[in-house]
């Protein structure tokens, strides 16, 4: 298996976590997204994924694309360990709450809307760490809501083991931290965030440790 | 079974298509997203999604929120017809299209989005469209890459049976053709747009048609 990766980026950072839990080994092959005009924009990448992002895995003669899509592929080929729960609502939570991160939060404040705010919108750098801190302050808040108020809530975000929704929730809690958000509203997400980084999958799968660190 | 829409949310849309083509009877209660100061910022409507937003599905005592894991739990719940493939490879290709969509355009272009900029960012008409505009571009141009060079598409997205992909496809070509985008470069893209609203499924589930349509 080949993740095509970059340290920083979120969304292979989930993958990441997700490759982890289910203990498969993997080849990362860094694509730098600032070196070269971006790595991700060359040819050679376009041929992999026409959308020029990242995460790209390679299993099997398959080429996956988009994080979330990738999680579910892994599931459903690797199925042990589970990171969605066997009932039909449970599944159902976990994806929503991945969704409420990775379509309401992340795509708001990835690498390439930030420069698209500073170079075409000529916003300052105050503004775009208020745009920043926005998103992910209103998407934490409904995040928290549904967590604290929900008994299905466990050590995880889902009950007592770590799933799907918890390998999106970390890798958008460790970009809130790198952009100094105040995260003191949000108890559940961060002691969930606390446990997560307790277990080795995890933390192996941060940005300090990966082989194209910065 | 309920189903809080409003006529235009695009999120909304791609779930009438769904339960259209699942053929499945729905109540829908329509939440207006800009009366009354938005419908979904009321705290009976936060009661039952506090992230405040549409769509909302309710089904057998279940609250279900975001789109796309609405339509897995459609999928998983009615299974016939399938809005998903057979094989793992196939499902991982849909869901990756679907998201490319859902996580790659549409966040960026939804109502609270193009608000922020109007109102705290002080972005004029014209910015305002090329920022939609951009992101349409880009996320259309990879799909359209994508549509276009794979054996897999047929008259839909995938194959020649409507699934995932098209009920996010056509809400997001509705939306770009009320901003006036210029979609001449994405002829597959198109091509299926047109093949989809030639299903009563679809053309049912568009805005226009609903009972809370202004």
């Known amino acids: 298996m080949k993740l095509h990766t970059f340290f920083r980026s ?10 982890n839990l289910k203990q498969l080994p993997y080849e ?3 694509v730098h997204l600032s070196k070269n005009g971006g ?7 376009q041929a992999l994924n026409p959308q020029e992002l990242l995460p790209v895995l390679q299993d099997e003669g398959e080429v996956l694309t988009q994080s979330l899509a990738i999680l579910e ?3 459903e080929r690797y199925p042990n360990p589970a990171l969605l729960p066997d009932s ?3 599944r159902a939570r976990v994806r ?11 795509p708001l404040n990835n690498r390439r809307v930030l420069q698209y705010l500073s170079e075409q919108l000529h916003v300052d750098a105050e503004q775009k760490n208020r745009w920043y801190r926005h998103w992910v302050g209103l998407g934490l808040a409904a995040l928290e809501k549904r967590l604290a108020q929900d008994a299905c809530t466990g050590r995880f975000c889902h009950g007592d083991t770590p799933g799907m ?3 999106c929730l970390v890798p958008q809690i460790y970009n809130a931290q ?7 509203a949000f108890p559940t997400v961060m002691r969930i965030f606390d446990e997560c980084m307790g277990l080795e999958a995890f933390a192996a799968a941060g940005p300090a440790r990966q082989f194209d660190a910065a």
């Open 10 to 19: 979120s969304a292979s950072y989930r993958v990441r976590i997700a490759l």
């Open 28 to 30: 990362a092959v860094a």
């Open 39 to 45: 790595e991700q924009h060359s040819s050679e990448f």
């Open 73 to 75: 592929y892994l599931e």
């Open 88 to 90: 039909t609502a449970g």
């Open 96 to 106: 929503a709450l991945s969704l409420m991160i990775a379509c309401e939060i992340h």
């Open 165 to 167: 929704a918890d390998c």
């Open 178 to 184: 790198r952009f100094e958000c105040d995260l003191s």
